[in-house]
């Protein structure tokens, strides 16, 4: 999930700034990712889930196809680089990457109500990013990451152990090749998303024009 987090939150900062080449169509693609919200705790449930992740990156790899520049795709695939490597060892059984998660993942179904909290604050930054200034959304984005890391890494470390917690970090830092640490540098303890962001808790006003925000509200309300 923590991987989806990240490219959502940026994601919609940048549908939100009204580009061109219909970005509604990314926002859709990432829908398809977020769909597949449950922890996978058997071989089976990670095959399936590769199939959603593949399904997810193909329909990325269209749109870039179609409406960017060759120098643009060529950054998209060196930032990416490090997901498609994760996702192969990730995808491939008997992998050591594989088989630590498989081993902390019953623990970490225990901290799904717990997620459902922090995935509310991550909806209410959402929709802040649809209604920001334009020279803010970016920060709005990075605050959203960080609200959502800070919170996520508390549920899964009370519940699992710092193990859990470590072995999530190293499979973000591999899927976003350390890009998303990179842009949003120091966010974690800015002041300046006390100003941008609601107060962790705030409720979600549900009326978001993104299927993104939409597929967050479903979940947290299932």
Known sequence: MKYLIAGSVLLLANWASGQSCHL???DLCAATGIGNNKISTSESDVDKQCAVM?????????????????IQREIVGFVTEGANDVSKRFCTRGDPLRTEYLKHAPCLVK?????????KDVQ????????????D?????????????ACSTKAIESTCGKAAVE???????????????????????????????????????????????RLFNAYVQA
């Not at 209410?124 to 020279?135: C, D, H, N, R, Y």
């Open 24 to 26: 509604r169509e990314l």
């Open 54 to 70: 593949a399904e997810t990156r193909e329909c990325f790899g269209n749109f870039t196809k179609r409406c960017t520049t060759p």
């Open 111 to 119: 901290t799904q109500p717990e997620g459902k909290k922090c995935l």
């Open 124 to 135: 209410v930054g959402l929709e802040k990013i649809e209604e920001s200034k334009f020279q």
């Open 137 to 149: 959304r970016i920060s709005t984005a990075c605050c959203v990451y960080a609200r959502y890391n």
């Open 167 to 213: 072995h999530g970090n190293v499979l973000i830092r591999l899927a976003t090749s350390n890009l998303l640490d990179v842009i949003c540098n120091g966010y974690d303890r800015n002041p300046v998303c006390n100003n941008l962001l609601p107060p962790p808790g705030t409720k979600p006003k549900g009326n978001s024009k993104s299927v993104v925000s």
